[in-house]
């Protein structure tokens, strides 16, 4: 039979097509953006000077450009940062929104070749003086993104009344009028994200934040505009209820660390659980909850923040982010815009917030289940606010349970549950525990306050779910200690490895109070070790995006062909991922309409052609075949059979075995390397150069792109095709540290040549 060869689809089992609908719409919407600043740097349609929202729409559209990835240094970004530096702002919603864009840009101009300088010489108010009633209009000589990023920020600290409320304008710590909670929101928002960027907010101020946001909570869980004295209510719609919960989730962050010293039972907050209680119940993403379509892009991006804050993919069942960007999608204006008329800049600016940042990966999975679950609240959000902080790509948290699809928990490599109790899982939950890894995925597990009931739970655990492998302590030398931060202490990390990949890995010491405590000297430690298996377990960092599982799902088809693959049990460690090669089936079954049945392993005796013209001989370590094995797989060859057979990891000591054993065990049958003119290599996929896994190919030199497979051959055909490389990883999908193997794509491309070919089509 003769196949057509196909047109590749996106990555199987993945959501590829939707995020190439998102980035297509991101590179439309920044262009629209673009042209929006304009000759003196300021945005379009910039309101009048006597404006208190003055410079807010230059600021919010540099803002959502830099956060879009639009370098520092463009011309536009350039002309605009600098007209904001010299503008002079009066508002609450104008300097907060400065202070996100100056906060956006003073990192990129430490080493910028011309850094931003404002054009006057004028002299500024020091932030010492009495507050007055404006951000400083013009900065010294010398002044830069981060000076001016200071400056706002003094100068919102003093704008806040008397009770931690916000207006229009500056209330210089005393009573006002009327307060509303759409300023207080852009004030806080302002004054946090330049405390990632390191400016020092006073402690005491947070407290005075929280107490005012937790009085305007509302009955219902929910907050409105408008801020009014108690008793009094107030209507509480989706957007200011996603704010207060942004809010929230910020002085929980800043001033509750330290209360979770000890393990408690229950690590909730009463006023977030019911916010986000609020939100479960009214959350849709077609329009703002109680409000219509009134600010509904205003929704989405406060609706994204609780999302990356809190840690939750879903909210009363709703994907916020697959939901809420498809329906951008939908709305985008061809000339890459949303809204309309005036509105379009903040809309567009919006969005793009909405987009950019809620398809950041996933640093780790927490798990929630039945018990004391989450002792450390804050733990995985402190770890990927400071791996965003430290690293090239902003990264986020989700936390999944046992009602999530699988697919879900595969956002992240890692699966981390944290435990402060004892704990015991069900059978159904065991079984999910180990599809999720036999898919490729690693448990990472940690007894929050050294408990040593959970560590007993889980070494039980592992013994149910890994009964081929031991859970065993880590070398002092294994390179989880090593791989990005060479640790000084080893904590004493138990493991359970296949040989080819570690599986899963306990913490007996608790991991998650340092990250609960945040990245100071003391608690360094746990922020190094939780990057080392971030880079270890994603081979340094090969993110994922939410949505792009590795695992495919089945297409329905009548098939064209169907071919039959069995692999073979031996004295070694034999298959160590039992659903590598079924992943492959899948694979080609989607590709090719062809059905590929791969066998549970059988004894080598057991070996009939007719019944399995193929078999395969994967395996990791070394092995030694009986006399009797010797002797069933010749009389097997000489039968018709053929044999494919692959060192599972790259494994040297299984490569060791199989030369050994394999040459010469057949008459004239050596293995020998194929001829690049070999038909394996083109027989449907081009193969004649593939690619190795990026540390493996450096060792290669010129020959990095060789296939470097070998062959005997049988009666004048290929009788046992031998891959002294990894095939398995690269056919399960799984990123595995300094692996001696091929690509994902290669190994899925040679495998499927080579079952083609040896199956005699």
């Not at 609240?377 to 902003?394: C, G, I, K, V």
Request: hydrophobic share 40%; net charge neutral; glycine share 8%.
């Amino acid at each position: 039979m003769v196949l057509s060869s196909p047109v590749r689809a996106a990555e199987p089992g993945s959501t590829g097509a939707f995020y190439a609908r998102v980035a297509e719409a991101e590179t439309r919407g920044v262009k629209f953006l673009l042209t929006q600043i304009g000759p003196d740097g300021a945005a379009l349609g910039e309101v009048d000077p006597a404006n208190p929202r003055y410079g807010g729409r230059t600021a919010l559209c540099v803002y959502a450009l830099r956060a879009a990835g639009v370098d520092a240094k463009h011309p536009d970004i350039q002309r605009a940062a600098q007209w904001l530096l010299n503008a002079k702002l009066t508002g609450t919603y104008a300097v907060a929104m400065r202070a996100c864009a100056m906060a956006e840009m003073h990192d990129d101009h430490a080493t910028a070749d011309a850094p931003l300088t404002p054009t006057s010489t004028a002299a500024t108010t020091p932030t010492t003086t009495p507050a007055t009633t404006s951000a400083p209009a013009t900065a010294p000589a010398d002044a830069s993104a981060a000076a001016r990023l200071k400056e706002d920020v003094a100068w919102l600290l003093r704008a806040a009344a008397d009770n931690g409320a916000y207006t229009y304008t500056s209330s210089h710590g005393k009573p006002a009028p009327e307060f509303d909670n759409s300023n207080a929101q852009f004030a806080v928002l302002g004054l946090w994200t330049a405390a990632q960027h390191g400016v020092e907010i006073p402690p005491p101020f947070w407290g005075l934040i929280e107490r005012y946001w937790l009085l305007q909570q509302q009955p219902d869980g929910g907050w409105g505009y408008f801020a009014r004295p108690l008793p009094a209510t107030t209507k509480t719609y989706g957007s200011m209820t996603a704010a207060g919960l942004a809010t929230l989730y910020i002085t929980f962050d800043t001033l509750h660390r330290e209360d979770f010293l000890r393990c408690k039972a229950s690590a909730e907050s009463k006023p977030i659980a019911d916010g986000l209680k609020w939100l479960t119940k009214n959350v849709t993403t077609d329009q703002n909850p109680k409000l219509g379509e009134n600010r509904y892009y205003y929704w989405l991006y406060t609706l994204s923040r609780v999302g990356l804050a809190s840690g939750f993919k879903q909210f009363g069942g709703v994907d916020w982010y697959a939901q809420g960007g498809t329906e951008l999608i939908r709305r985008q204006n061809p000339d890459g815009s949303w809204d309309y008329a005036d509105e379009r800049l903040p809309s567009t600016a919006f969005a793009l917030l909405f987009l950019t940042r809620g398809r950041d990966p996933v640093v780790m999975n927490k798990l929630a289940y039945k018990g004391q679950w989450n002792a450390r609240p804050r733990d995985l959000a402190n770890l990927a606010a400071w791996m965003s902080q430290n690293f090239e790509h902003s990264l986020k948290w989700q936390i999944v349970n046992f009602d999530a699809d699988l697919s879900m928990w595969h956002d992240a490599q890692i699966l981390y549950i944290s435990g402060s109790a004892p704990v015991e899982f069900t059978p159904e939950q065991i079984d999910k525990l180990r599809r999720f890894v036999d898919q490729g995925g690693t448990i990472v597990t940690e007894s929050a306050c050294a408990n040593a009931d959970f560590t007993l739970d889980m070494t039980t655990l592992y013994g149910l779910l890994f009964d081929r492998y031991e859970l065993k302590r880590l070398d002092e030398n294994h390179p989880l200690y090593t791989v990005h931060t060479t640790l000084k202490v080893r904590p004493g990390l138990l493991a359970v490895s296949n040989g080819v990949r570690v599986l899963a890995v306990h913490c007996p010491e608790e991991l998650s109070l340092g990250l609960q405590l945040g990245p100071n000297k003391a608690n360094r430690y746990a922020f190094d070790l939780a990057t080392n298996m971030f880079m270890f377990f994603t081979d340094r960092s090969a993110y994922r995006l939410p949505g792009q599982t590795p695992w495919p799902a089945a297409k329905t088809f009548t098939p064209k062909e169907t071919l039959r693959l069995t692999p073979v049990k031996f004295n070694g460690n034999y298959m160590p991922e039992p659903l590598a090669w079924k992943r492959l089936a899948i694979l080609i079954g989607n590709r090719y309409e062809v059905k590929l049945d791969v066998d549970e392993p059988i004894d080598i005796a057991e070996l009939d052609p007719a019944e399995h013209p193929v078999a395969l001989f994967s395996g990791e370590g070394s092995f030694e075949l009986t006399p009797a094995q010797s002797e069933a797989l010749k009389v097997y060859l000489a039968a018709g059979g053929r044999l494919l057979v692959e060192a599972a990891g790259g494994s040297r000591a299984f490569d060791e075995s199989a030369q050994k054993q394999l040459q010469g065990l057949f008459g004239q049958g050596l293995l020998r390397p194929l001829v690049p003119s070999h038909r394996l290599f083109r027989i449907l996929e081009n193969t004649e150069k593939v690619m190795f896994r990026a540390n493996f190919a450096t060792t290669l030199g010129d020959r990095r792109n060789d296939p470097r497979v070998q062959a005997a051959i049988v009666d004048n055909t290929v009788g046992i095709l031998y891959f002294p490389e990894d095939l398995t990883m690269g056919l399960l999908g799984a990123n595995v540290y300094n692996l001696r193997g091929y690509s994902h794509q290669s190994a899925i491309d040679l495998a499927t040549n080579a079952i083609w070919l040896l199956s005699g089509k």
